[in-house]
């Protein structure tokens, strides 16, 4: 099973092996409301056994991204800016393009365009108007190419197709993910250098990916799950019901057979051909306030000089 988020596939290896995985450095780090860990995958070795390419991926996991707390918005934004930041590898004056991947018409899927409608545009000003750049401003500029099935075209085509244009020096994807863990659906956001693989969570057809290797250019992506597999909870419910079960009868908890466990989810599922997805009934609201820090985050980022007043003027 594809595994978006490093810091679930790092959990699941060390499930497995019960030790730590040779080639992984992992190292934590705690901010106010969140705490960040950075899973290194230093070799090919650890690339089998993780299921990631080499590479660093960042996670922030902050629980206040899903409550109506501005000042805890506004620490995690400055966090997500430091963060990314210490991925780039670019100059002062270098490109960048924002990508929001996914579907504006299905809200789970909808992180990345709205990341973009949010975001701080900047590189039509230096032709326009480069009176009202102030300094220490990146130009950047953005696009929400939509989905294969609405249009008929490869996202790595079109993405493909703006960089032989415009030679960005940086690519930042921004896409929805799929988590294992349900307390992670828009509390945890992921940043990588690894670049990503469009639908590759949800279990759709094998798709060509925005990477350095694809594009020709630096990729950093960045996620946040906005849904996770029905399987993964059919299988922890069984699980916590067989131990409450075991418990109610005073015995000791026997782990049921994996075989068992798959072919009793597998039959509950099997009308919607195993790949049904679930998310929380107020997604509308956890995928704006994702979309607003990432979209903050970002901005930090790439234009270091700006304050948060200059920051909402250049927004209008």
């Known amino acids: 099973m594809s595994v978006d988020l490093a810091l679930e596939a790092h959990e699941l290896a060390r499930g497995r092996t ?6 992984v450095a992992v190292h934590r780090e705690t901010y106010p409301h969140a705490t960040v860990t950075t899973v ?3 070799d090919e070795r650890a ?5 990631k390419p080499r590479g660093t991926y960042v996670t922030i996991e902050a629980p206040a991204m899903r409550e109506n707390n501005r000042q805890a918005h506004r620490e995690i934004v400055r966090t997500v800016g430091a963060q990314l930041a210490s991925l780039l590898r ?6 960048v393009l924002l990508v929001g991947l996914g579907n504006w018409h299905a809200t789970p899927d909808s992180l990345g365009p709205k990341v973009v409608d949010y975001s701080l545009v900047t590189r039509h000003l230096y032709r326009y108007a ?34 032989e244009k415009i030679q960005p020096d ?16 828009a509390t945890t956001i992921q940043m990588a250098d690894t670049g990503i693989q469009p639908g590759s969570g949800v279990g759709t057809m094998p798709r060509v990916g925005i990477t350095r290797e694809t ?4 990729v950093i992506a960045v996620g946040v799950p906005t849904v996770v597999r029905a399987d993964t909870i059919a299988r922890e419910a069984l699980q916590h019901y067989l131990m409450r079960q075991a418990t109610i009868a005073n015995r000791p908890y026997q782990p049921p057979n994996r075989e068992f466990v798959d072919e009793v989810v597998e039959g509950v599922l099997a009308p919607f051909g195993g790949h049904l997805m679930v998310t929380p009934k107020e997604i509308d609201e956890l995928i704006e306030n994702t979309a607003r820090i990432l979209a903050g985050g970002i901005a930090a980022a790439l234009h ?4 948060a007043e200059e920051y909402c003027l250049y927004l209008q």
């Open 18 to 23: 019960g030790r730590e995985i040779p080639g």
């Open 40 to 42: 290194r995958v230093l």
């Open 47 to 51: 690339e089998t056994i993780m299921g």
């Open 90 to 95: 670019i100059g002062e004056d270098a490109q």
């Open 130 to 163: 480069p009176q009202e750049l102030k300094g220490g401003m990146r130009p950047v500029c953005a696009i929400a190419p939509g989905v294969l099935g609405t249009t008929g075209i490869e996202t790595s085509e079109i993405i493909r197709g703006l960089v």
């Open 170 to 185: 940086l690519i930042i994807a921004i896409d929805a993910l799929a988590a294992q863990n349900v307390n992670r659906i």
């Open 215 to 218: 594009m020709g250019t630096e």
């Open 304 to 307: 270091r000089s700006l304050t």
